[in-house]
């Protein structure tokens, strides 16, 4: 009798050992099925753009431009990958230019939100910054280990594997598109050699000895939204004169006065939004590193950050093509020229001059872009501070206080008088250019 009771309670004792084992999450590699994007955090997001922030400045030919569209579609991918996860959001095929995406997303499946945007973001990355250096190609290749890595500690491999198929899918057929928008390999052709500046004192000329042209064709690129050049251009800046009356002159003398005047506090304002290309990751890489910085600040989740990734994407690549479309329309020449020919020949500038003319402000658009993108995300009176280049020792890199957006993008324009780089309309109807790309690009997402 006793050891019949003994076999019978033996029996108990496993059957109560793998029930508590088939119970156990510790002892399963799956996620909860059909999780959410929203239930992860940016980690990932946060991570690769902070890497492609270190390509963008250390990639040859990453001009402003190139930066700006290598990040539009960059950010699009993500957000076109991850929104198949939410409940609330829907695709962006149909609503961009020429962009229609059919996916193997099976509903059915359980997907591992981390490495779907991770998978999409190595792959956009890699194809992007091809001609990166070996060390730099070497961490692209690092970070998407890094990542897989984690997961596969607490995710099936099926799982896995599911997700990686899915968002290489993603990927190639936003590459696929993107190489029909006419910017395709920009970057190891940033000075068409066939371009000629318009003959003409009322038009823009190279700045110093052998410039030449940067992008003159950019403003034929296909936009992700065709509004984003129809209800954008703003109205012809002043007209060449040589009247001193004129307010073409009177335009020239203000950036002359402000210059000769500048004060230390606006010479570190000039430096810190300049971003030149070599030197940062130019100003579509500002951008990245604020949306960075408020995703941290506020613990934006997965699904959060890739919509805000994804509207900061569009509107950046957009302000460049707006912006590039009317520089090349009006041919504006930049302040040095017309101050050196009727003022004073001898003049300098603070910043130096970049290769293009200067109607519109590119600075000035793509702040503007960016302050109602971010107005949209965190809220129109949001305080912040900006510390991107809180690390360089070139500049006064310290961080920067804002009460709002708007601020922000205020003194990101005004910091491109202060250089003696842009005229008043140019810096402030350029923030009206921007602001209204923003307003086109938050309407595909309501």
């Given at each position: 009798?006793?050891?019949?009771?003994?076999?019978?309670?033996?029996?108990?004792?496993?059957?109560?050992?793998?029930?508590?084992?088939?119970?156990?999450?510790?002892?399963?590699?799956?996620?909860?099925?059909?999780?959410?994007?929203?239930?992860?955090?940016?980690?990932?997001?946060?991570?690769?753009?902070?890497?492609?922030?270190?390509?963008?400045?250390?990639?040859?030919?990453?001009?402003?431009?190139?930066?700006?569209?290598?990040?539009?579609?960059?950010?699009?991918?993500?957000?076109?990958?991850?929104?198949?996860?939410?409940?609330?959001?829907?695709?962006?095929?149909?609503?961009?230019?020429?962009?229609?995406?059919?996916?193997?997303?099976?509903?059915?499946?359980?997907?591992?939100?981390?490495?779907?945007?991770?998978?999409?973001?190595?792959?956009?990355?890699?194809?992007f910054y091809s001609n990166a250096s070996l060390a730099n190609y070497?961490?692209?290749?690092?970070?998407?280990?890094?990542?897989?890595?984690?997961?596969?500690?607490?995710?099936?491999?099926?799982?896995?594997?599911?997700?990686?198929?899915?968002?290489?899918?993603?990927?190639?057929?936003?590459?696929?598109?993107?190489?029909?928008?006419?910017?395709?390999?920009?970057?190891?052709?940033?000075?068409?050699?066939?371009?000629?500046?318009?003959?003409?004192?009322?038009?823009?000329?190279?700045?110093?000895?052998?410039?030449?042209?940067?992008?003159?064709?950019?403003?034929?690129?296909?936009?992700?939204?065709?509004?984003?050049?129809?209800?954008?251009?703003?109205?012809?800046?002043?007209?060449?004169?040589?009247?001193?009356?004129?307010i073409y002159y009177i335009r020239a003398m203000e950036v002359y006065?402000?210059?000769?005047?500048?004060?230390?506090?606006?010479?570190?304002?000039?430096?810190?939004?300049?971003?030149?290309?070599?030197?940062?990751?130019?100003?579509?890489?500002?951008?990245?590193?604020?949306?960075?910085?408020?995703?941290?600040?506020?613990?934006?989740?997965?699904?959060?950050?890739?919509?805000?990734?994804?509207?900061?994407?569009?509107?950046?690549?957009?302000?460049?093509?707006?912006?590039?479309?009317?520089?090349?329309?009006?041919?504006?020449?930049?302040?040095?020229?017309?101050?050196?020919?009727?003022?004073?020949?001898?003049?300098?500038?603070?910043?130096?001059?970049?290769?293009?003319?200067?109607?519109?402000?590119?600075?000035?658009?793509?702040?503007?872009?960016?302050?109602?993108?971010?107005?949209?995300?965190?809220?129109?009176?949001?305080?912040?501070?900006?510390?991107?280049?809180?690390?360089?020792?070139?500049?006064?890199?310290?961080?920067?206080?804002?009460?709002?957006?708007?601020?922000?993008?205020?003194?990101?324009?005004?910091?491109?008088?202060?250089?003696?780089?842009?005229?008043?309309?140019?810096?402030?109807?350029?923030?009206?250019?921007?602001?209204?790309?923003?307003?086109?690009?938050?309407?595909?997402?309501?």
């Open positions: 009798m006793f050891k019949k009771n003994s076999l019978q309670f033996s029996l108990l004792l496993i059957l109560v050992f793998f029930n508590s084992c088939e119970k156990d999450p510790s002892n399963t590699l799956s996620e909860p099925e059909f999780t959410s994007p929203d239930t992860f955090n940016s980690e990932v997001v946060v991570d690769w753009f902070n890497l492609i922030k270190i390509l963008t400045t250390e990639t040859h030919g990453f001009t402003p431009p190139v930066a700006a569209r290598a990040f539009g579609y960059t950010g699009g991918a993500l957000y076109e990958a991850i929104q198949v996860g939410m409940d609330n959001k829907t695709s962006l095929s149909g609503k961009l230019n020429d962009f229609i995406i059919e996916t193997n997303y099976d509903k059915g499946a359980q997907y591992h939100w981390p490495t779907v945007a991770n998978s999409t973001l190595a792959s956009m990355t890699k194809s070497s961490s692209i290749l690092a970070l998407e280990k890094q990542f897989n890595e984690a997961s596969s500690n607490t995710v099936d491999n099926e799982v896995i594997d599911r997700s990686i198929v899915f968002a290489n899918n993603i990927a190639d057929t936003i590459l696929l598109w993107s190489s029909t928008d006419g910017g395709f390999g920009a970057q190891f052709n940033n000075f068409p050699s066939e371009y000629e500046p318009l003959p003409g004192v009322e038009f823009w000329k190279p700045t110093a000895p052998g410039q030449k042209a940067l992008q003159p064709y950019w403003g034929n690129n296909r936009p992700f939204l065709s509004l984003n050049l129809k209800n954008t251009t703003p109205a012809d800046p002043p007209p060449y004169s040589v009247d001193s009356e004129s006065e402000v210059v000769n005047n500048v004060t230390e506090a606006q010479t570190i304002i000039a430096e810190f939004w300049s971003d030149d290309p070599q030197t940062s990751a130019t100003p579509p890489g500002h951008s990245i590193s604020i949306l960075n910085q408020l995703i941290n600040d506020t613990n934006l989740d997965l699904s959060a950050s890739s919509e805000a990734f994804a509207k900061l994407a569009i509107g950046i690549n957009d302000a460049f093509i707006s912006c590039w479309k009317v520089k090349y329309d009006t041919n504006y020449p930049r302040p040095v020229t017309v101050i050196n020919n009727q003022i004073d020949s001898d003049w300098v500038t603070i910043l130096e001059t970049p290769p293009f003319p200067e109607y519109t402000s590119g600075h000035s658009v793509q702040s503007g872009a960016l302050a109602e993108i971010l107005i949209s995300l965190f809220g129109e009176n949001y305080a912040f501070t900006d510390r991107t280049h809180e690390n360089r020792t070139d500049i006064n890199g310290t961080p920067r206080n804002y009460t709002s957006f708007i601020h922000m993008a205020e003194e990101a324009a005004a910091s491109r008088l202060y250089g003696g780089i842009h005229f008043k309309e140019g810096i402030e109807l350029g923030l009206v250019q921007g602001y209204q790309i923003g307003k086109n690009v938050i309407q595909i997402f309501n």
